[in-house]
């Protein structure tokens, strides 16, 4: 997962969250039952946690590109030096 589908992530789960949470309230308040308030909630935060926890692909589309790894003193890569040891 990169930056950016770290950033999406989070935000879905925020805004699912929420969503749920409210609808569920205000269903909640017109019946005066707090149980359907937990129900809505519940279902919210399982349908976060199925779409947030996994590493789907619509959250790799901005790959970090890392810096090539620096050479030993002898001219090998680092890693490769420590092999031969």
Known sequence: MDYEGQK?????????????????WIYGYFLED???VFYS???GVAISLVLCVPD???????????LD???GRDGTKERET???K
């Open 8 to 24: 999406l992530s989070e935000n879905l789960f925020y805004y699912i969250i929420v969503l749920f949470g409210s609808i569920g």
């Open 34 to 36: 707090f149980t359907y």
């Open 41 to 43: 909630w519940s279902v």
């Open 56 to 66: 789907w692909p619509i959250y790799n589309k901005h790959p970090v590109k890392w």
């Open 69 to 71: 790894s620096v050479p």
């Open 82 to 84: 420590k092999k031969n």
